[in-house]
């Protein structure tokens, strides 16, 4: 059972970023998902969560407008499009659901 992210990098302010989460192992298509991160010296928060089938979509304050989570139930992937990025995003981005955590994705954003 595991989830592998991939997509993370150096992106300039105002810059996007796609991340992606590979779900193997679990009944993906039943399972809630959601993006997290941690910056350094602060607690993890969440960022963003998509229901089972996708229908519906929660975001931080923080990230809304600028963010959106999507997933494929076939594809077993979920992904957070990141638009308009802010020096503020730049963290570890984890991706999750049930219960499972990927291994994290480094997100900088810098000039």
């Known amino acids: 059972v595991q989830l592998v992210e991939s997509g993370g990098g150096l992106v300039q302010p105002g810059g996007s970023l796609r991340l992606s989460c590979a779900a193997s192992?679990?009944?993906?298509?039943?399972?809630?998902m959601n993006w997290y991160r941690q910056a350094p010296g602060k607690e993890r928060e969440l960022v963003a969560s998509?229901?089972?089938?996708?229908?519906?979509?929660t975001y931080a304050d923080s990230v809304k407008d600028r963010f959106t989570i999507s997933r494929d139930n076939a594809k077993n992937t979920v992904w957070l499009q990141m638009n308009s990025l802010k020096p503020e995003d730049t963290a570890v981005y984890y991706c999750?659901?049930?219960?499972?955590w990927g291994q994290g994705s480094q997100v900088a954003v810098s000039s």
């Open positions: 999750n659901g049930a219960g499972i």
């Open positions: 192992g679990l009944v993906f298509r039943l399972s809630v």
């Open positions: 998509i229901s089972s089938t996708g229908s519906t979509t």
